[in-house]
């Protein structure tokens, strides 16, 4: 008989429910052992059939934990565990507050005046509490604690700084602004290039750290002699106020060349009056004199300059704004033309908002003195005149009058199979002629039109090409030398030294122009290349010479410009500069369909402002 499962036994609902003063009525007694081979049944039909291998079970595990606490003991609540981690978090806590103070402490003990110095190709920070005797960035603390900065020129120092000064403030206060931009973020960090217009937080202007009491003011006793800047107002019975802003520009530059000065002049002056600054023009240690022998003086401003210790090559956001040719990669760098080129156009439509700065500039600045403009009207009358040609009666024909720049010397074309030489001649020749035959129908007006010539080099009026073409000004002449002297039969054995003559085939060289009224001091073995390093001040003799060379170049430019069209190179600074004469035509700078304009013959590339 197969065994039963016995049912019978039941408990009552008091034997379920479990009591503080009562145990449990559990009843442990030890299982019989776990058979693993008692399966079930062999089949199905089988009549062994039972239900005890699923009763039986193996023994409880004696590590589980009661499932009711014993009576009287409660479950304990601090262990070991939680100490340790209170601990920890209590050290974590105070760790922190101190690293914290530490910090705070240490902020608040940087010396209120620090700057820069130059050892190598590396700034370092050093504080001290007296000001530096030379021009640097410092760093400052204002009276709520703020870490700042701003840039220290001695009242007394000479105005204005060498060259070299301005460039080496504008490389030292990129390494201050970051260093103090370190201590606000309390780490060190990668700064990119920001935009033209990006405004420093951490500066603080000169004029501002004079108010604080950080730099000393005007009322410092100070021994510059601030000489009269161009476009000053003097001889006033009223002193103006200071201008709110400004911007001066220094013109002094190690290039022996006028061009590249004007360009950056004409391209300042509209700066200024695009940021809507008053301009002034330092012309005290110019290579080529005074500005007002050039032209005339600028619209004079309502008020007056700073004081020379305010203006600044940088930043740029700066109150009373400096610029040079030392700082023109600062001033006209990558970030000006990031910021001022039209990124929706293409080639040299790109440069058309850069183009419309220089072109203010030209408008309001290129006005030569009295004597020279008269000179430039009655020679473009002259020349227009000889274009006309009488048909038959009254009846006149008007030709075209283009001008040619031809610029050799120490500048050499951009199109690569002429890197070395030149443009030929003949390029010039052939690009003027192919104007005026796509520009005229008549053979009268086309026989009647002029091409009129400027060039540094004076071999160039005598060439083939331009035989027949007219010199643009006769006014003031670069002449060649006549070739070596002839030393006469009966000299002596033993003469008197003469210099040589010196010309200027060839064109326009710097060390050429350096060596013009050479100082007594100098010896006369002295190379050309030796006279341009020397910075030697120049001697009255020197700036006769020098001013001539200006004068003759600015005439060429003048008279070029009010030529129907023009031909040069895109490589001279003068061929750039007679582009903004032109203007900006209907597919940019250049002649289109025979428009008036301006022509590049120095392959395919197209007109660009400051470059350095």
Known sequence: MPPTLDLTKTYTHADMILSSRNGPRINLRRAASYNAADRGPLSSTSSRFSFNHLIVSPPPSPSLPALVPRHGKPVPIHTPRRYVRALVWVVGFLLITYLGYSMVRSNGTIEKVGWANHA??????????????????????????????????????????????????????????????????????????????????????????????????????????????????????????????????????????????????????????????????????????????????????????????????????????????????????????????????????????????????????????????????????????QTYTQLKDEEFTKGMLIGVHVRHGDKHPYEFQYRDSYIPLQSYSAAAHSIISATLAEEAAINGSKIVVASDDPTVYESEEFSSSIRAQDMIRLAASS?????????????????????????????????????????PTASLSDLSKMNLPPTEEALRLRELVGRAYLLDLSILGRSDVVVCTVSSMGCRILGIMKGWGDNGVGATEGKEGWWNVDGAFWWRGVMW
């Open 120 to 385: 190598g190709e590396e700034y370092e920070m050093v504080g001290d509490s007296e000001l530096p005797d030379f021009p640097t960035p410092v760093v400052v603390t204002d009276k709520k604690g703020r870490t700042k900065w701003t840039v220290s020129i001695p009242p007394s120092h000479a105005f204005p700084l060498e060259p070299k000064q301005y460039a080496e403030i504008c490389m030292q206060n990129m390494e201050v602004a970051q260093h103090v931009a370190d201590l606000h973020a309390h780490k060190h960090k990668q700064h990119g290039m920001y935009d033209y217009y990006r405004v420093d937080p951490n500066f603080m202007d000169v004029h501002e750290a004079e108010t604080h009491g950080l730099l000393p003011g005007p009322k410092a006793k100070t021994s510059m002699r601030e000489e009269s800047l161009v476009g000053e107002t003097q001889g006033s019975l009223i002193e103006n106020a200071v201008c709110e802003k400004s911007l001066t520009f220094v013109m002094e530059s190690g290039d022996a060349g006028m061009g590249k000065t004007l360009m950056m002049l004409w391209t300042a002056y509209g700066l200024a009056k695009k940021e809507e600054r008053e301009f002034f023009i330092d012309d005290s240690r110019w290579a080529y004199g005074k500005y007002t022998n050039y032209f005339k003086e600028p619209p004079k401003p309502k008020c007056r300059p700073p004081p020379r210790h305010e203006m600044l090559p940088c930043p740029h956001h700066a109150r009373h704004l400096l610029v040079s040719a030392a700082t023109a990669a600062h001033t006209f760098g990558e970030a000006f033309n990031d910021h001022f080129e039209d990124p929706r156009k293409m080639e040299v439509q790109r440069q058309k908002p850069i183009f419309s700065l220089a072109r203010i500039g030209y408008e309001a600045l290129f006005h030569l003195t009295r004597n020279d403009d008269e000179y430039v009207s009655k020679r473009v009358l002259e020349l227009r005149s």
């Open 483 to 523: 070739g070596p002297s002839q030393r006469p039969k009966n000299a002596p054995a033993i003469r008197k030294f003469v210099d040589e003559t010196v010309g200027w085939e060839g064109g326009f060289f710097s060390p050429m122009f350096w060596s013009l009224g050479r100082p007594a001091s100098v010896p």
